[in-house]
């Protein structure tokens, strides 16, 4: 897989909040294989250095996909992106423009304006978006190369609530790397994403609040794969009557 | 004589497990008084393990349990227990703390009204951790001086510890490598309107608060964990959020008064864990996280005892003296 010409070979991307401790996330980080980390900054934490935090992140080697969780305007998710290019020395930033405090959906108007003016300057756009396709069209007009629909509200856990949506969009864009961001609550959520032709999945929560966050890193991490490869596979068609898969002909004759 | 690096939480109680094994202790604190101690001083004072086997290591919890006994010696320990609460859409969030914690019991509406019949109407079910309780961490930390300076100990304030000390319990301040600090923010408020006589939790995905009594009307509501370095005043942003969850705790929390906010770093190692680490001739007590006063008495215990068998034991003398 592809992302703005990097090649990375994991497809699952992990969030790095809410574990019970930095050694927890490290060891989730090693269990899933994964490359790619999120990391959020708030202005304290860029203020005061959350060095600490920070170091341990990068000792583990992944690449650093710094976010823009918890703004509510362009202005600020901006502002938040130049941030983290400087702490971070990356172009890439997953943008999330929040449009609704119940559901953290995103702001889908601030988001296109927000990706826009960073695409201007610079930045490599991963946007937290919803599955709308018009959306998907004004994202990569704004010069996203990668588009991340949610699964299902940030952090619920629901798995995919709309996989026809899912499924259009995957149709809709066959050229663009597609990645589910948000909703996944167990494996089975991210192999469906990857059955229906998804190019990877971003999580967090599910692993992070797991009792076992470990195990639960490497039951996603090998989920995603067997969705991969199931897909790649090309599954048979679902048929609304049962075919035997024992054929007739040649019964003993039981005399 | 033992000289002790810092009068916090760790540094008192690490100097009480010493001078009661009969040893001279000498501390050194470069604050003037207890309350330049941050981390204590801003301390929510709750002696809750089983809540906290939430997310802490099963250590924690062990280590833990004999805290509300050791406080209990020099300061007063208000044993109401834990009550765990959210708001109804959250519920799952509650199923899930009972599943990860122990020592703890379902309490309905009727029995949430009669432990708390501020809360009468409110909830329809909370988790009821019997055995928990809470304690003013500054009065603590004051009755605690008290206490190690009427053994013996001598406390100079003001005084920057020598470069060479058996013991460094000043969290973030000291050299120690693996140290991370977790900022925390708190508010204190005046209520008069609302009685809570226990320790509330309020579980939410992404606040989850504490509100710890004070007495007198007053309540200690807690706390962000920020992974920063960051010295400066409590956000916006956070005191919304801690004040927005207690508005959901109760609404007429909402005619409180706000009379002080605060910010604290919690010294952390990478597992969140803490413990003895020796460097050299010194042995450093840190790593407390969000568990200094329930931590404390668990770690001045360690150290104590092996303080003493080492001194006994003449050849491991030599050795950290050679």
Known sequence: MQLYGTDITSRLLLGSAQYPSPAHLTKAIAASGTEIVTVSLRRETAQGSGAGFWDILRQTGVRILPNTAGCHTATEAITTAQMAREIFATPWIKLEVIGHSDNLQPDVFALVEAAAELTRQGFQVFPYTTDDLVVGDRLLGAGCEVLMPWGAPIGSGQGLRNPDALRAMRAHFPEVPLIVDAGIGCPSDAAQAMELGYDAVLLNTAVAKAGDPIGMARAMATAIDAGRMGFNADPMEAREMAAPSTPILGLAELV | ?322
Not at chain 2, 292 to 315: H, I, K, M, N, V
């Open chain 2, 1 to 322: 004589m033992i000289t002790i690096a810092g009068a916090g939480v760790a540094g008192l109680a690490s100097a009480y497990e010493l001078a009661k094994r009969g040893a001279e202790v000498t501390i050194y604190e470069a604050g003037s008084s207890p309350a330049d101690n941050p981390s204590s001083w801003f301390a929510g004072g709750m002696l809750a393990p089983w809540c906290e086997g939430e997310v802490a290591d099963p250590q924690v919890v062990r280590l833990g349990a004999g805290a509300i006994n050791w406080w209990a010696q020099f300061t007063p320990v208000t044993r109401n227990g834990t009550l765990v609460l959210t708001p109804p859409r959250d519920r799952a969030e509650l199923d899930r703390f009972a599943r990860r914690t122990e020592h703890h019991r379902w309490v309905d509406a009727g029995e949430i009204a009669t432990l708390e019949p501020a809360l009468e109407g409110r909830f329809q079910r909370g988790l009821l951790f019997e055995d928990e309780a809470h304690l003013d961490p500054r009065r603590a930390l004051m009755d605690l001086t008290r206490t190690v300076q009427g053994l013996g100990v001598e406390i100079r304030y003001a005084t920057p510890a020598p470069d060479q000390v058996d013991v460094d319990c000043r969290g973030m301040a000291s050299d120690l490598p693996g140290l991370r600090s977790i900022r925390g923010e708190m508010a204190v408020i005046e209520a008069p309107d609302v009685q809570i006589s226990r320790t509330l939790r309020l579980l939410h995905p992404r606040i989850p608060l504490y509100l710890v009594p004070r007495g007198d009307d007053i309540y200690m509501i807690g706390a962000t964990m920020v992974e920063s370095a960051s010295w400066k005043p409590v956000t916006v942003r956070s005191l919304l959020e801690l004040l927005g969850a207690a508005f959901t705790l109760h609404p007429a929390l909402g005619e409180a008064s706000v009379i002080e906010t605060g910010a604290g770093l919690r010294p952390a190692f990478i597992d969140n864990i803490p413990r003895l680490k020796q460097r050299g001739e010194t042995t450093h007590v840190n790593g407390l996280y969000r568990h200094g006063y329930l931590l404390a008495p668990a770690l001045a215990g360690q150290l104590a005892r092996q303080f003493f068998q080492e001194s006994q034991d003449e050849t491991a003398c030599e050795r950290r003296t050679a």
